[in-house]
C-alpha cells in the first residue's frame, strides 16, 4: 500500500514540476518565473524525500536540506537583484 | 510494520500528493502575477509538510527512534516561505506598479518599496 501511494505522490509532484518548467517559460512577468523556480524547489525537497522513502534510507535528508537552504537563498538574490539592481550593497 | 500505521502513513502521502499537484495548478491556472503567488506559497508549503510527516512516521516505524531531520526540513521551509513570498511580491510591485497606482498602506507610513523606512527610536 505504500507503495502505491508513494508512487502516486511522484506522479503528482513529477506533474507540478512540469507545470512550472511551463510557468518558467512562458511566465510574462520576472517575478513568475522567480516563484516557478522557488516552487520547483520545494516540488524537488518533496521529489527527494519520497524517494528517501522508497529506498528506505535516511541519506536524501541531508540532501534535501542542502537544497532547501540553497534555493531559499537563489530566491532572496534573484528578488534583491530585482529591487537593487544589484545583490549585495 | 502494523497495518495502521501503512494506512496512516499512506493517507499523509496521497494527501500531501494532491496539495502539492493543486500548487502548482494554480501556478498555471490563476491570471495574474499577484494572485499566482498564492498558490505555490501556502498549498506546496503544505503539501512539502506531508510528505515529510509521513518520512517521519515511516521511520519511526521502520527503526524505532525519532529522526530529526524531517524537523529540521518542516522548520526551515515553513520560516522561509513567508519571507520568499514577501520578497517576491516586493519585487513585482517594485518593477511594475508606479507610486500613484498603489493604495493606500493603510498606516503611518507609505510602502516599504517606495518609502523610506521610519526612523527607530531607541527605547520606543
Known sequence: MIEAALFFAAICYGLALLMDLWRISVGPDAADRILALDTMVINFIALLVIYGIARGTAIYFEAAMLIAMVGFVSTVAYCRFLLRGDIIE | MPLYVEILISVFLVISGVFGFVGSYGLIKLKDSVQRLHAPTKATTLGVGGVLI?????????????????????????????????????????????????????????????????ESRPGS
Not at chain 2, 515511516?58 to 527503526?63: E, L, N, Q, V
Not at chain 2, 516561505?81 to 508606479?98: H, L, S
Open chain 2, 54 to 118: 509521513a518520512s517521519m512516521i515511516y521511520f519511526i516505524a521502520k527503526t524505532g527512534h525519532i529522526s530529526i531531520h524531517e524537523l529540521l526540513i518542516t522548520l526551515f521551509l515553513f520560516l522561509t516561505a513567508p519571507i520568499t513570498a514577501n520578497f517576491i511580491a516586493k519585487a513585482y510591485i517594485a518593477r511594475n506598479m508606479r507610486e500613484g497606482e498603489l493604495p493606500s498602506s493603510g498606516g503611518r507610513y507609505g510602502w516599504a518599496v517606495y518609502d523610506d523606512p521610519p
